[in-house]
C-alpha cells in the first residue's frame, strides 16, 4: 500500500510516498530555517505563507521521485497536530483537497506519533510494545508505546521541551537559530566536566522532566561572565550542558524502564540527532541489557516520511478524516489511541 504524506507542523514543508509503512519511495524536505533564523526562531506567519507556496511543488517533486501518479497512491496521510495552527492548515487543506479530488482516504496523523514511526523506518524488525524517550523542539515526553496506535505518556516537561532548551542555551552562547546541532558540534571539541550544572529534582512524578532551571544557571554563568569582563569557552559551556541534559535523560528513562520492565528503548524527535545524547542512550541500553533503537540522522527532524509511516499503522487500525478535518495546536497522544 503506498502513502503519499504531508507534514508542515512548523517551518519544513515535506512531502513522501512510503509504501506498507516502512519503505521510503520519496522523502522531499524544503526548510524555512534560513528565512527564521534572520529572526532568531519561527515566525508563524511567515512559516504559513512559506509552506503555501512551497506544499505544491515538494508535494509533485514527492511524487515523482516515487515515479507516481495519484492513480498510483492508495492514501494520503497528513499532520493535523500539534503545531502552529496556521503552518498545520496549510498542509491539512492541501491533503483534503487533494483527497476530495482523488477520491483517495485521507489520514490524519499526530506529529509525535510520526516521530516515533520514523523508527519503523530506521528499523524494518521493531514493532511496540517499547518504551520511548521523545525529545523534539516542543515536546519532552516518556511513552509506552503498547500497539501502533496505542500510547500512555508516564513523564513529561514540567516546562520547556529538551530542544527549546537546546535552543535558549545556543542563544546566549551566540550561536545561530535552531541551536541544537551548534550545541553538538560545539561540545565535541569542548570539557564535560568544566562546569558543574545542577540535576534538577523533580517532585511528584518520578519521570517527569525539567529544563527551565538549567537552562537559567547557564544563562547566568554566560551573563555573569560578560558583567566581570570575563572569556568563557563556548565549547566547554555546550560540553558541560549537553552532558546535564543525557544524564537527565538517561536517568529518566533508566527508572521509567526498570520501573515498567521495557527491554526496548527507542528515541525519537529532533534532538535525538544529538551525539551525546545518543551515546548516552546506548550506555543506558547496554547496563539494562535493552536494545536500543534511534533513527537514522535523516528521520530525526521533521519530514514527511515519518508521518507515512505512522498514517500507514492508523490506516491499518482504521483512523479516517473527511472534509470536516481541522488542524489542533495542541493535542495529547493518549487521546488518539485506537
Ligand atoms: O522534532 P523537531 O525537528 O521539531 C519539533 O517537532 O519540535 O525538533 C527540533 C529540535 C530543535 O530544538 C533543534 O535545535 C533540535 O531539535 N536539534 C538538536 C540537534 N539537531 C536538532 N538538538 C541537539 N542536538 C542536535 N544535534
Ligand atoms: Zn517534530
Known amino acids: 500500500m503506498k502513502i503519499l504524506s504531508i507534514e508542515s507542523s512548523c517551518d519544513e514543508t515535506a512531502a513522501a510516498v512510503v509504501e506498507d509503512g516502512r519503505k521510503v519511495l520519496s522523502n522531499i524536505v524544503a526548510s524555512q530555517i ?16 512559506r509552506h503555501v507556496e512551497s506544499i505544491s511543488g515538494v508535494t509533485s517533486e514527492a511524487m515523482k521521485e516515487a515515479s507516481c501518479g495519484i492513480e498510483d497512491i492508495d492514501a494520503i496521510a497528513v499532520t493535523y497536530a500539534p503545531g502552529l495552527i496556521g503552518a498545520l492548515l496549510v498542509g491539512v487543506s492541501f491533503a483534503k483537497g487533494l483527497s476530495m479530488s482523488s477520491g483517495k482516504p485521507l489520514i490524519p496523523v499526530h506529529h509525535i506519533a510520526g516521530h516515533i514511526a520514523a523508527n ?4 524494518p524488525d521493531l514493532e511496540p510494545p517499547f518504551l520511548c524517550l521523545v525529545i523534539s523542539g516542543g515536546h519532552s515526553h516518556i511513552v509506552e508505546v503498547s500497539g501502533y496506535t496505542k500510547y500512555r505518556v508516564i513523564g513529561r516537561t514540567r516546562d520547556d521541551a529538551a530542544g527549546e532548551c537546546f535552543d535558549k542555551v545556543a542563544r546566549v552562547l551566540g550561536f545561530p537559530y535552531p541551536g541544537g546541532k551548534y550545541i553538538d558540534d560545539a561540545a565535541k571539541s569542548g570539557s564535560k566536566t568544566a562546569y558543574k550544572f545542577t540535576n534538577p529534582k523533580v517532585s511528584g512524578c518520578e519521570y ?5 532551571g538549567l537552562k537559567t544557571a547557564v544563562i547566568n554563568l554566560v551573563h ?15 560540553a558541560s550542558f549537553e552532558k546535564t541534559v543525557a544524564d537527565i535523560l538517561g536517568e529518566k528513562l533508566m527508572a521509567a524502564a526498570k520501573a515498567t520492565g521495557y527491554k526496548k528503548l527507542v528515541v525519537a524527535g529532533g534532538v535525538s540527532a544529538n551525539t551525546g545524547i545518543r551515546s548516552k542512550m546506548k550506555k543506558i541500553s547496554d547496563a539494562l541489557g535493552a536494545e536500543l533503537y534511534l533513527p537514522e540522522m535523516k528521520y530525526c527532524g521533521d519530514n514527511a516520511a515519518m508521518i507515512g509511516a505512522q498514517g500507514y499503522y492508523d ?6 478524516a473527511d472534509g470536516s478535518l481541522n488542524a489542533a495546536a495542541t493535542l495529547s497522544l493518549e487521546d488518539i489511541c485506537l
Open 34 to 49: 534560513d528565512e527564521h533564523r534572520l529572526y532568531g526562531g519561527v515566525v508563524p506567519e511567515i512559516a504559513s505563507r
Open 120 to 123: 519503523y523506518i530506521s528499523h
Open 208 to 212: 517527569d522532566f525539567s529544563f527551565s
Open 224 to 238: 555573569n561572565a560578560e558583567q566581570r569582563g570575563e572569556e568563557i569557552n563556548r565549547c566547554d559551556v555546550a
Open 315 to 320: 490506516f491499518l487500525a482504521g483512523r479516517r
